[in-house]
């Protein structure tokens, strides 16, 4: 008789964001860029970008905004 074995990792809480929090300085008129990390396991799949008027899933372009695709991270947590 032979068994095969699965090892699990098992992840206790919510998946994690990185930063958590930060402040930044906006000029108008100029670009800005905001990069956030998503630590989760399984890896995330989905998310979604909110703004006072908007609401904007990965590829959306609007007329001042662009939200990126999700895109796998090199570090490791």
């Not at 990792?9 to 860029?33: D, E, F, H, M, W």
């Not at 956030?36 to 899933?57: G, I, Q, Y």
């Amino acid at each position: 008789m032979s068994f095969n074995y699965i090892h699990l990792r098992v992840i206790l809480g919510r998946p994690a964001v990185y930063p958590a929090n930060k402040t930044l300085t906006a000029v108008t008129g100029q670009r800005l860029s905001l990069t956030v990390e998503f630590c989760a396991n399984p890896p995330v799949s989905r998310t979604v970008w909110f703004t006072d008027t908007r609401v904007l899933k990965p590829g959306d372009v609007t007329d001042t905004l662009i939200a990126h695709n999700i895109t796998v991270s090199i570090s490791q947590a």
